[in-house]
C-alpha cells in the first residue's frame, strides 16, 4: 500500500530549510502530483509548530484546537501529505507522531550526516543561539548523543522498513541536490521550480569566539531572545573569517570517531554509509590571536554604532574595547 503521509524528521543541519522552502514555494505543483504540504501556522516554512505541540511544548505549540485544525487542513483522503520538521528525530516521542502520522500509513525519511560535520555546524548554532560556553571539544564531550539512539526509538513504532535512510552527502544526490533527493523519495513530482538555496550562514573564527565570550554574562534566556541570535548572523556578512567552517585538528578529528564509533558501525549495518571522519577541517581559528583585537574591536565599533540588542551584555565584559 502506498503510503499517505510522508513525515520528513530532519535531521537538522542537513539541507532542512532548503527542503521546506521548496515544498512552501511550490504548492500548485505538488497539488497537481496529489500531494499537499498543509499550511497549518506553519514556521520558517517549516512545521516546527506542530513537533513542538506533539512534544508538548509549554510555550511553542500551536494554538488551541489545534487537532482539530490539522483534521481539517489533512482531511481530503485524495491528497498524499508530506510534513517537515527537523524537530521531530530528537524532539517528539514517535508515539506521539503516530497520533497524527499511523504506522502503516507513513513513510519517514531521515537525513543523516558525518559525526565531525555535523557537530560542528549545530556547535556554532548553539552558541550564536544560545548562551553556551563551552569548547567544541568539550561540547562533543557533553553532547554524545548517537543518531542509533533515536532512530531506534522511532523503528519501536513504525519499524525499520517504513524508515528510508540517506546520506547527507553531495555525491549521493541527484546534480549535487539534496532538494532532487528529496522528491525522488515522494516518488518525482513535475514542475517544481527550485527557490534560491536558502544561505543560513554559519558563524565561524574570531566571531564565534567572542558569542562564546559574551554568554558568560548573559543567562539562557537574554541569549535566546531575539533579535540577538540574527544579530550575530548579520555579522557573518561583515568579513570573510566570520563565517564558514572553524578549524578543527586531528585530536578534535580522533575524539569523535571514538566517540562514536559504535554509532557509526550501527549505521553501517544498516546500510547507511556517512564517509569518514575527516582527519582535519581547514577553516578560521577560534580563536585567532594573530587578529583577535583588531576583530573584536570591529564588532564592539559596529555594535556601538547601530545600538545592537546585545550591548547591555557585552559592556559587562571586562574586555569590551570602549
Request: a negative charge; charged letters at 20%.
Amino acid at each position: 500500500m502506498t503510503a499517505r503521509f510522508l513525515l520528513h524528521i530532519g535531521a537538522n543541519k542537513t539541507g532542512t530549510s532548503s527542503i521546506q522552502r521548496m515544498l512552501v514555494d511550490n504548492a500548485d505543483a505538488l497539488g497537481r502530483a496529489g500531494w499537499s504540504y498543509p499550511d497549518v501556522h506553519l514556521m520558517h516554512c517549516a512545521h516546527h509548530r506542530l513537533a513542538y505541540s506533539l512534544a508538548d511544548h509549554p510555550t511553542r505549540g500551536l494554538p488551541e484546537g489545534w487537532r482539530g485544525a490539522w483534521a481539517q487542513a489533512t482531511g481530503d483522503p485524495t491528497q498524499r501529505i508530506v510534513v517537515s520538521s527537523e524537530l521531530f528525530f530528537r524532539n517528539v516521542p514517535p508515539q506521539a507522531a503516530a497520533q497524527l502520522f499511523p504506522p502503516g500509513q507513513t513513510q519517514i525519511v531521515l537525513y543523516l550526516r558525518e559525526h565531525l560535520g555535523y557537530l560542528a555546524s549545530w556547535y556554532a548554532q548553539a552558541v550564536q543561539e544560545r548562551n553556551l560556553t563551552a569548547s567544541f571539544d568539550d561540547y562533543i564531550r557533553l553532547f554524545p548523543q548517537a543518531f542509533d539512539t533515536f532512530l531506534k526509538r522511532w523503528e519501536a513504532v513504525y519499524g525499520r522498513e517504513a524508515i528510508t535512510l540517506r546520506p547527507f552527502r553531495r555525491d549521493a544526490f541527484p546534480d549535487g541536490d539534496i532538494r532532487q533527493d528529496f522528491l525522488q523519495q515522494m516518488g518525482g513530482v513535475d514542475g517544481i521550480r527550485m527557490p534560491p538555496t536558502d544561505s543560513n550562514l554559519t558563524i565561524s573564527g574570531n566571531l564565534l569566539f567572542f558569542k562564546r565570550l559574551l554568554n558568560h554574562v548573559m543567562s539562557y534566556d537574554e541569549a535566546h531572545a531575539p533579535p540577538i541570535p540574527d544579530e550575530f548572523g548579520a555579522y557573518a556578512e561583515l568579513r570573510e573569517t566570520f563565517r564558514g567552517r572553524f578549524e578543527t585538528g586531528p585530536e578534535t578529528a580522533r575524539l569523535v570517531a571514538h566517540i562514536f564509533a559504535k554509532d557509526r558501525a550501527a549505521l553501517q549495518a544498516r546500510g547507511l554509509d556517512l564517509g569518514p571522519v575527516p582527519e582535519r577541517v581547514t577553516g578560521h581559528p577560534d580563536p585567532n590571536f594573530d587578529t583577535l583585537q583588531d576583530e573584536v574591536a570591529l564588532i564592539a565599533q559596529v555594535a556601538e554604532d547601530t545600538g545592537k540588542a546585545f550591548l547591555p551584555f557585552a559592556r559587562r565584559l571586562p574586555v569590551w574595547p570602549t
